[in-house]
């Protein structure tokens, strides 16, 4: 079983299809507030290319 790349998923088409897409967002944090949002904002593009192709 191969993993398919964000490409791959575009090129077949997504619409209507549900995706697993998995993000680790494990940042850290002090007092409760996110010191570093880079995983997160990283996933952003993958999550919104996703979305826009209708999966």
Do not use: F, H
């Not at 619409?15 to 944090?29: A, I, K, M, Q, T």
């Amino acid at each position: 079983m191969t993993v398919k790349t964000l490409e791959d998923l575009l090129a077949e088409g997504v619409e209507g299809r549900g995706v697993l897409v998995r993000s680790d967002l494990n940042v850290p944090l002090d007092i409760g507030q996110i010191t570093d949002p880079g995983r997160i904002v990283a996933s952003v593009p993958t999550i919104r290319a996703l979305v826009e192709a209708g999966a």
